[in-house]
C-alpha cells in the first residue's frame, strides 16, 4: 500500500521570505513523486515530478522539491514566496511498481502569503 | 489550461437522480481518470480507463459507473445519488496506462440536494 502525508494543513509565510511545503511517503518498491496545485474554483495543476536522476527537481513558477530517500520526503521548496502563489498544494506518489497509473494524493496544505 | 475538457462545470440536482459527467482528454492522451474531491474525504480516485477498457477501480460506489467510447472521452455515471455525493469531480488524462504525469481538467461541480 502507498501512502502519503503533508502534516501541515496550513502555511503561512510573508511575500519574499521562503516557503518551504512537507511531504513524507510511503511505497512498496520505489517512488514517483508529484506536486499539484489547485488555485481556487480551479483543477489541479501539475508543479514538477521526481521518477530518477537528480534529487534536486526544478519545477514551474520557481518551484523545486528535494527528493530524500532516507527520510522519504519530497519537500516543496521556493526561495521567495509570492501572494500569488496561495493555494492549494498537494503532494502525490505512485510505486515504480504498479502497472497502472495509481496516484495517491495527500490531504493538501493551503499556503498563504501574506503582503 | 491542461487541454482537458469536463462538462457541465456545474450541476445541481435532487436526491434519487441520475447525472453524467464528460471528460475530454488532452489530445493524443489514452489514458482518464476520475478523482473525487470532497473536503472531508480529499483526492480519491475512482476509476481509470485505458485505451477504451478499465484499467484499475478506486473507491467508486456501486451507484457510479463510467465507460470510455472510441473517440477516447469518458462518461461518468452517478445514479441514486445522495446528498453525500455533493463533491468536485475530475478528470485527469495521461498519454499511457502508466500516468507518469497526469493532467486535470477544471473539475465538474456536483450539489446534491
Known amino acids: 500500500a502507498q501512502s502519503v502525508a503533508q502534516p501541515e494543513d496550513q502555511v503561512n509565510v510573508a511575500e519574499g521570505n521562503p516557503l518551504t511545503v512537507k511531504c513524507t511517503y510511503s511505497?512498496?518498491?520505489?517512488?514517483?513523486l508529484f506536486w499539484y496545485v489547485q488555485y481556487p474554483n480551479r483543477g489541479l495543476q501539475f508543479l514538477l515530478k521526481?521518477?530518477?536522476?537528480?534529487?534536486l527537481v526544478k519545477g514551474s513558477y520557481g518551484f523545486e522539491a528535494e527528493f530524500n530517500k532516507s527520510q522519504t520526503s519530497f519537500h516543496l521548496k521556493k526561495p521567495s514566496a509570492l501572494v500569488s502563489d496561495s493555494a492549494l498544494y498537494f503532494c502525490a506518489v505512485r510505486s515504480t511498481t504498479d502497472s497502472w497509473g495509481k496516484f495517491q494524493f495527500g490531504a493538501g496544505t493551503q499556503v498563504v502569503v501574506t503582503p | 489550461d491542461s487541454g482537458v475538457t469536463q462538462t457541465p462545470k456545474h450541476l445541481i440536482t435532487a436526491t434519487g437522480q441520475r447525472v453524467t459527467l464528460r471528460c475530454s482528454p488532452r489530445s493524443g492522451d489514452l489514458s482518464v481518470y476520475w478523482y473525487q474531491q470532497s473536503l472531508d474525504q480529499g483526492l480519491q480516485f475512482l476509476i481509470q480507463y485505458y485505451n477504451g477498457e478499465e484499467r484499475a477501480k478506486g473507491n467508486i460506489l456501486e451507484r457510479f459507473s463510467a465507460q470510455q467510447f472510441p473517440d477516447l472521452h469518458s462518461e461518468l455515471n452517478l445514479s441514486s445519488l445522495e446528498l453525500g455525493d455533493s463533491a468536485l469531480y475530475f478528470c485527469a488524462s495521461s498519454v499511457d496506462a502508466l500516468g507518469n504525469t497526469i493532467y486535470f481538467g477544471e473539475g465538474s461541480w456536483l450539489t446534491v440536494v
Open positions: 511505497v512498496s518498491g520505489n517512488p514517483y
Open positions: 521526481y521518477i530518477t536522476g537528480d534529487n
